[in-house]
């Protein structure tokens, strides 16, 4: 069974940095679409940003457009997501989730509820 966990996540001023890892186990995320998701206190998940299997397709937030990117290794089970440029309005606790995907189908929503899997997330702080 697929079990996700987030790390990377931290405390940076506004421009700054982070990498968000999401590793998987149990079995293989090569067969999984992922997607990253975030949510502040009150409000609800948001999606950032997803990459189907394979890669063949991405999708991104209009306010992550040009400042994040989604990739996935694979070989080491694990997706990324490149944080640049991190603004007050970034901060949230970040998640990762996953759905088995059927090769070739490029499933890739922001929406959250084609996943089934989740991770527990990584708080990211952005201030001054």
């Known amino acids: 069974q697929l079990q996700l966990v987030e790390s990377g996540g931290g405390s940076v001023q506004p421009g700054g940095s982070l990498r968000l890892s999401c590793v998987a186990s149990?079995?293989?995320?090569?067969?999984?679409?992922i997607g990253w998701f975030r949510q502040v206190p009150g409000k609800e998940r948001q999606g950032v940003s997803c990459?189907?299997?394979?890669?063949?397709?991405?999708d991104y937030a209009g306010n992550a457009k040009g400042r994040f990117t989604i990739s996935r290794d694979d070989g080491s089970n694990t997706a990324y997501l490149q944080m640049n440029d991190l603004q007050p309005q970034d901060a949230a606790v970040y998640y990762c989730?996953?759905?088995?995907?059927?090769?070739?189908?490029?499933?890739?929503?922001?929406?959250?509820?084609?996943?089934?899997?989740w991770g527990q997330g990584t708080q990211v702080t952005v201030s001054s």
């Open positions: 989730g996953a759905v088995r995907e059927v090769m070739g189908f490029g499933l890739c929503s922001l929406g959250a509820n084609p996943y089934d899997t």
């Open positions: 149990g079995t293989f995320l090569e067969y999984y679409s």
């Open positions: 990459i189907s299997r394979g890669g063949l397709r991405t």
